[in-house]
């Protein structure tokens, strides 16, 4: 089974950038769909963003738009988010996810994703 882990939450001053990491030991992260969701205090968790296979994105919130980015390092097998122009409501832990091995495109549903890392705690406050 997919084991994702992501890394590089911290605490930034609004304004700020910061970017996160998802890895797997033991699989290459290059033939898994992998998106970036988020938990906000007493909320539900919501997708952000997501890369496909051929490393093509696709976005789930608006409220990202123009200021997250999602990227692979096939190098690295690793998978970015970079998060810029950060504001104190970004505060939440963070996941990456995957669908599956089957998967080739960033799914519709988002009930789909079924693999998860354990979460990386992003504090935006001044």
């Known amino acids: 089974q997919l084991q994702l882990v992501e890394s590089g939450g911290d605490l930034v001053q609004p304004g700020g950038s910061l970017r996160l990491s998802c890895t797997a030991s033991g699989f290459s992260l290059d033939e898994y769909v992998i998106a970036w969701f988020r938990q906000r205090p007493g909320r539900e968790r919501d997708g952000m963003i997501c890369?496909?296979?051929?490393?093509?994105?696709?976005n789930y919130a608006e409220s990202v738009k123009g200021r997250f980015t999602i990227s692979r390092d096939t190098a690295k097998n690793t998978v970015y988010l970079q998060m810029n122009s950060l504001k104190p409501e970004d505060t939440a832990t963070y996941f990456c996810?995957?669908?599956?091995?089957?998967?080739?495109?960033?799914?519709?549903?988002?009930?789909?994703?079924?693999?998860w890392g354990q979460g990386t705690q992003v504090t935006v406050s001044s």
């Open positions: 996810a995957s669908p599956g091995i089957r998967a080739t495109q960033c799914p519709f549903d988002l009930g789909d994703f079924d693999e």
């Open positions: 890369i496909n296979r051929d490393g093509y994105s696709t």
